[in-house]
């Protein structure tokens, strides 16, 4: 049994976590429509990555690109949500020591993941309105392997020291995480020892990381529009607009939620504690389940794919 003792002295061998620790009469409420997104997601993602495998017509850089979103999204849901549910449903509130740190990794890594592949998307759209006739020749199957290689290596070596510091802190005191997730803050703040460095590390590479791609999917962007101002045939700034109006909706997605969760975490002491938390799971269900619908709804190939893949069945 592990003490909670401020003065105790016992190593921490798992933690407990203690969904929503101010209204904890939520998880009921909340159970069910997490539930039903957390379904959504993984059965949109499923069907979007069983279309692209199985037609053909899908076979090309700009779909393989989707294709990782859909797994990152997965992956990162799968890490998140099970554990929550667990907790609501059947107040499974302890994780070990190594598992909480795994999902450290893996939700700091993917996120990032995320943002560097809607970096090399805004890209894939850059050359497919601006240097068109070029298009074939720049983004092959070689440069969707060689971005993949990037955004895994990238993020990964970027990350893995977040919870390898995090791990490494001396865990002497509470072990009671008031969170639904292991967040690196959440963590390390019950350690005995400074974790200033902890911290440091992770704004800066988060920001470092995050706000680079940030930076070129704007210029990306705004290369895109001073192409398209320039178009003069009738319709056609409108068919240039539409191949990138799926992938700007995803990009907004993305960003506010994550934006919203940045500014309720730096205003956290003008907002109960709770809130914050409800967005970081909210984070993780909301852009998985949403990003292949507005693909399969807004572009023709996917919907038509979908429709062969359900007449099959």
């Not at 970027?158 to 072990?175: D, G, M, T, W």
């Not at 290369?223 to 409108?238: Q, S």
């Amino acid at each position: 049994m592990i003490s909670h003792s401020n003065y105790s002295t016992s190593p921490v061998s798992e933690f407990l976590l203690i969904c929503f620790p101010n209204y904890q009469s939520w998880q009921h409420w909340l159970s069910l429509p997490l539930s039903l997104l957390f379904l959504l997601a993984m059965g949109a993602n499923a069907t979007l990555l069983i279309t692209i495998r199985l037609e053909a017509s899908l076979h090309e850089p700009m779909y393989y690109l989707l294709s990782l979103l859909s797994l990152l999204d997965m992956v990162l849901c799968l890490t998140v949500i099970p554990k929550v549910l667990a907790i609501f449903w059947f107040d499974l509130r302890s994780i070990s020591f190594s598992a909480c740190f795994l999902q450290m990794f893996i939700m700091n890594c993917f996120l990032a993941m995320e943002s560097c592949t809607f970096m090399v998307m805004a890209y894939d759209r850059y050359v497919a309105v601006c240097h068109p006739l070029r298009y074939p020749s720049i983004i092959t199957d070689q440069f969707v392997a060689r971005a993949a290689f990037f955004i895994v290596a990238r993020n990964g070596l970027f990350f893995l020291p977040v919870p390898i510091l995090s791990a490494r802190l001396r865990y002497c005191a509470e072990n009671i995480i008031k969170n639904c997730i292991c967040t690196n803050l959440s963590v390390s703040k019950l350690s005995c020892d400074d974790i200033t460095f902890n911290r440091l590390y992770q704004f800066v590479a988060g920001w470092t990381l995050l706000g680079s791609d940030l930076i070129l999917i704007i210029l990306s962007y705004s290369f895109i529009l001073k192409a398209v101002l320039r178009i003069k045939a009738e319709g056609a700034a409108t068919k240039a607009l539409s191949t990138c109006g799926s992938h700007f909706i995803l990009i907004l997605f993305f960003s506010t939620v994550l934006l919203v969760l940045v500014i309720t975490n730096l205003a956290r002491e003008r907002i109960p504690p709770d809130v914050p938390i409800l967005l970081n799971i909210l984070h993780h269900l909301i852009p998985p389940a949403l990003n292949p619908i507005v693909y399969g709804v807004r572009t023709k190939e996917i919907k038509q794919g979908i429709q062969k893949l359900l007449r099959r069945l």
